[in-house]
């Protein structure tokens, strides 16, 4: 009996111990959010951002679009595949009426990926919202043009293209084009919209981002 009890102890620990060598993507990160949602409920029926860290770092989302019951729940370099992972955690159970998605610039930097590749993760991504939320308004932002991944941006504007062809056949569905609006008139980058490791957005890049993508959020009381 001793031996049973040590050997299950010592598979207990090999598990924690591998597990913990092997975690998803991210996985502290969602633990600590839904930790923070034990302490303080967040709001009923939202419009969720979810996605990468352009979501992530957008401070003032939830002030910005405060008559909107806002709630962020980015995830600091995510990929597509990241947030289809998590939508268990990130988006089913807030019961959002609508989502606001930003993510797939990471994608790009993997050399292997294709704009084809973004966008079949783009379209799982898509799939798996609709299999629990089929009516849901889904409001998708297009890949930004930064500065620092200036070498993928003839991916990008290729993964733009697809993503937008394919959810223009989908209900409830729109895609916020921010690419060109992040450039000059003559199609140049502009880094005065970025932070020091022009990437991530200063206020000027996000108060854009809020122009292009304000229009199309449901009020509180909207079905």
Known sequence: MKKYFLALILFQLFFIGSFAQNKPNFWDDVQTIKNYD???????????FIGSSSIRKW???????????????????????????YLN???????????????GE???????TTADSVLN???????GIR???PEVPIVYISIKPSPSRARFQEKAVASNLLIKKFLAGEKNTVFVNVFPL???????????LFVGDMLHMNATGYAIWRKAVEPYLLKMNNK
Request: hydrophobic share 40%; aromatic share 10%; proline share 7%.
């Open 38 to 48: 034990k302490m303080f409920k967040p709001p009923v029926n939202p419009v969720l």
């Open 182 to 192: 992040m450039l000059t008139k003559d199609g140049k980058l502009r880094p005065e």
């Open 89 to 103: 955690d990130l988006v089913f159970p807030y019961q959002p009426r609508q989502i606001v998605i930003y993510v």
């Open 106 to 112: 990471n994608d790009l930097t993997d050399e292997k």
């Open 121 to 127: 993760r783009t379209v799982r991504l898509y799939q």
């Open 131 to 133: 299999a629990k939320l």
């Open 59 to 85: 401070d003032d989302l939830t002030q910005v679009f405060a008559k909107y019951n806002a709630l962020n729940r980015g995830i600091g370099g995510a990929v597509t595949n990241d947030i289809t992972f």
